[in-house]
T-cell receptor
């Protein structure tokens, strides 16, 4: 069974631009969570989607948004990029039961210049 | 204040040696705790998951312990290998918010 895939793997943008990241979960998984990872901060939870609905949300500004499609694939969008948005963005998928193991993708490394 | 404190921040050990990583957390209410291994440039991979009623769980050379009363967990690595070089992240679950709370990790380097 294929693992979680994320595209693109690397991305360079400039301040003020917007970016869309994509995540394809493991087949059969209905939950997709997004995380931001920066050095010294650890993983910060962005939001979780389950069956096309946002089920949980972290403490990030409205510039960060997401959506999930009927095939469980998910996209994350960041508008008006700031230098501090440079990070590794990880998505994780699971069947959707609370507390079960999440499986992470390799991440998208975003650099904002 | 961080809800999860891991120590040490970084560690270098010789191949074949054992080591123990510590995790103190204040997450409450708490239901379970995971340890993840993250290789450089890759996403985290789950090593163990323990509920609040479990004291220890092993996965090969990795053994995690949990003391829910003192809110402490440890990850013991036996007979370390070069491939154990990675960051190890402690992740308790906040049952109230149904959220995972990630520690900043311990960066382990196993030297030949």
């Amino acid at each position: 069974k294929a693992g979680v895939t994320q595209t693109p793997r690397y991305l360079i943008k400039t301040r003020g631009q917007q970016v869309t990241l994509s995540c394809s979960p493991i087949s059969g998984h209905r939950s997709v969570s997004w995380y931001q990872q920066t050095p010294g901060q650890g993983l910060q939870f962005l939001f979780e989607y389950f069956s096309e609905t946002q089920r949980n949300k972290g403490n990030f500004p409205g510039r960060f948004s997401g959506r999930q499609f009927s095939n469980s694939r998910s996209e994350m969008n960041v508008s008006t990029l700031e230098l501090g948005d440079s990070a590794l963005y990880l998505c994780a998928s699971s069947l959707g039961l609370v507390g079960e193991t999440q499986y992470f993708g390799p991440g998208t490394r975003l650099l904002v210049l | 204040k961080n809800q999860v404190e891991q120590s040490p921040q970084s560690l270098i050990i010789l191949e074949g040696k054992n080591c123990t990583l510590q995790c103190n957390y204040t997450v409450s209410p708490f239901s379970n705790l995971r340890w993840y291994k993250q290789d450089t440039g890759r996403g985290p991979v789950s090593l163990t998951i323990m509920t609040f009623s479990e004291n220890t769980k092993s996965n090969g050379r990795y053994t995690a312990t949990l003391d829910a009363d003192t809110k402490q967990s440890s990850l013991h690595i036996t007979a370390s290998q070069l491939s154990d070089s990675a960051s190890y992240i402690c992740v308790p679950m906040n049952t109230g918010f149904q959220k995972l709370v990630f520690g900043t990790g311990t960066r382990l380097l196993v030297s030949p």
